[in-house]
């Protein structure tokens, strides 16, 4: 079973830069799709950036511009770049893995979520 460690949340200033990172327990190559979702208190979990094996990559439209997904399959490592935060980006961020691009969460590996918050 693959195992997801997510690192590098914390707190910064509206307009400031984070840079998240998601380390697989094994080979990531395998896993067509890569993908960051988030969660803020009292909201459903949303999908924020996926990224597949072949380079193709969706945004939520809240991010586009703003964040950057990508993949380093030599490091088994994922990452979500984010620049430009708002207070409304404050969220747990949960990495998430698996065989299919953009499939439905039930069917996705997860790591255990990294805190961030975004101060006004």
């Known amino acids: 079973q693959v195992q997801l460690v997510e690192s590098g949340g914390g707190l910064v200033q509206a307009g400031g830069s984070l840079r998240l990172s998601c380390a697989a327990s094994?080979?990531?190559?395998?896993?067509?799709?890569m993908a960051w979702y988030r969660q803020a208190p009292g909201k459903q979990r949303e999908l924020v950036a996926a990224?597949?094996?072949?380079?193709?990559?969706k945004y939520s439209d809240s991010v586009k511009g703003r964040f950057t997904i990508s993949r380093d399959s030599a490091k088994n490592t994922a990452y979500l770049q984010m620049n430009s935060l708002k207070p409304e980006d404050s969220a747990v961020y949960y990495c998430?893995?698996?065989?299919?691009?953009?499939?439905?969460?039930?069917?996705?590996?997860w790591g255990q979520g990294t805190q961030v918050t975004v101060s006004s």
């Open positions: 094994e080979n990531i190559f395998s896993m067509n799709s």
């Open positions: 990224v597949s094996s072949g380079g193709g990559k």
């Open positions: 998430a893995a698996g065989s299919v691009f953009l499939a439905n969460p039930r069917d996705l590996y």
